[in-house]
């Protein structure tokens, strides 16, 4: 058995970068080598928590680990700290005794010069897996967590991740201090029980989604973007609802923040179409999906209960094609036809 040390930095701050590490469709698409292409069966980001991947070649004739073009590994959560360490127990699932056995993968994480200085520490690699094959897929891993996390021409001052449990206070904050501005649109939760429901209605991941909008430069939050209801199948939809917070309203933060989004519906969940409805008197948010190039398809009366009334809504949406972004390969629950 061996070891090795891989690191790069990257132009992103240590938040951003640990959520891609803890994100399972994140982790589709930046923890696979070039020439194949990834699928998460299982994981549960939390210390002891399971996981199992399986990265697929994309020419045929190219020899797996587990089967004949796919290398598939399972393991747990050894260690996590936000911001700064992620640590991995991993093995593969193979037939082969050389392969076997399991390993631990450190992955550290330490700002440095505006961005993260990215560790990558493999220990107990089987001495069958050749050093040079893991040292050149961990830096086209690196490269493409790079590609994931790392500003964007129209969003340099943003950006993604997910609500977490630490984030109770300062969000319960926000809400309070945003009251103004979010009555009647929209009803936030203003109390830590009312927070803690918040967490729980978003922790199934596969069916809605909760973000917040983050300032790069100060990690502040300035606004929340749920996503909402996700359908599959041939459908393969969700809606979404968002809100500034006042201490950050104005300054454009929702605006690079809600391009961010449609590049994570559609490049990382691989949806189609991503649906807003919108009371008609909100010029804001009005303002806010025609800038972004969503559609107007139609009115609905009395659609949504907000505020202890059913309101009337405006119905808009807009579709990876319409946004010019490309899922790359449709999400295994497409139909083939």
Known sequence: MYSTRISRHIGAPPAAVYQALVDPYAVERWRVPDGMSGQVHEFDAREG????????????GTGGKTSAHTDTYHG?????????????????ETADPGLRGEMTMTTTLTESGGGTEVVILHEGIPDAVPAADNEAGTRMALANLARLVEPVPDAPRVFLRHVGADDQDEFVRLVRVSADLHHPWMHLPATPEAFAAHLARYADREAEQSLLVCVRETGAIAGLVNINSVIRGRFQCASVAYAAFAPSAGRGYMTEGLRLVLRHVFEVLRLHRLEANIQPGNESSLKMVRRLGFLREGYSPALLFID???RDHERWAITAAAAGLDP??????????
């Open 76 to 92: 747990r959560f050894v260690r996590l700290v936000p911001g700064e360490q992620v640590v991995e127990v991993v093995e593969f």
């Open 308 to 310: 202890g009334a059913w």
């Open 328 to 337: 790359g390969d449709p999400h295994p629950t497409l139909p083939s036809r």
């Open 49 to 60: 928590g399971a996981f199992r991947v399986s990265l697929t070649y994309d020419l045929p």
